[in-house]
């Protein structure tokens, strides 16, 4: 069984900065993509950031030079740091993780934590 935990999310004012991490534990090999996703009220959900096995990222253009995503391989842990923070970022913010096993992938997906953004 695999479980995929986030944490770090909280409520920062406007121009703060968070941290999210995301541990996944249990039986996956392969991890192939770990990413984080956000919805935010009446939104649809968005791919933030991801980050490849090789290291190879990705953001959303409304993150890109705020957000920065990272990895540690021998945790099997993804990051998310968050700078400059605005009120539209607020939202439930969820790990994502990929694995391929011969032609097929499976994702797993976080319970979410929350990131409010207000003064």
């Known amino acids: 069984q695999v479980q995929v935990v986030e944490s770090g999310g909280g409520l920062v004012q406007p121009g703060g900065s968070l941290r999210l991490s995301c541990a996944v534990s249990?039986?996956?090999?392969?991890?192939?993509?770990m990413g984080w996703y956000r919805q935010g009220p009446g939104k649809e959900g968005l791919m933030v950031a991801s980050?490849?096995?090789?290291?190879?990222?990705n953001y959303q253009d409304s993150v890109k030079g705020r957000f920065t995503i990272s990895k540690d391989n021998g945790k099997n842990t993804v990051y998310l740091q968050m700078n400059s923070l605005k009120p539209e970022d607020t939202a439930v913010y969820y790990c994502n993780v990929s694995t391929v096993i011969g032609p097929y992938e499976y994702a797993y997906w976080g319970q979410g934590t929350q990131v409010t953004v207000s003064s």
């Open positions: 249990g039986s996956i090999f392969n991890i192939n993509v």
């Open positions: 980050i490849t096995r090789g290291g190879s990222t």
